[in-house]
């Protein structure tokens, strides 16, 4: 980290979807975005707990084209 920005470089490794439980809002969050690059369906339990601290998060996903159900 330097002047306050992270840098990544991911490696290109594959993602598959799967179903997962977000423990937290922070949680559920990455686990959204890693869901959205993954292959297949990844589903997540307890999603309330992204919709209660990131407002309109669905509609932010599907603007991105995210296929959200």
């Known amino acids: 980290m330097?002047?306050?920005l992270l840098r990544i470089q991911g490696?290109?490794?594959k993602l598959q979807?799967?179903?997962v439980k977000a423990l937290d809002l922070r949680a559920g969050a990455a686990?959204?975005?890693c869901g959205m690059v993954a292959d297949g369906e990844t589903v997540?339990?307890?999603a309330w707990q992204?919709?209660?601290?990131?407002d309109?998060?669905?509609e932010k996903v599907r603007s991105l084209g995210g296929d959200v159900g």
Request: glycine share 22%; no cysteine; net charge negative.
């Open 11 to 13: 490696n290109g490794g």
């Open 2 to 4: 330097k002047d306050n």
């Open 56 to 58: 309109g998060f669905v």
């Open 17 to 19: 979807g799967a179903k």
């Open 44 to 46: 997540i339990e307890d």
């Open 31 to 33: 686990l959204a975005l």
């Open 50 to 54: 992204i919709e209660r601290g990131y």
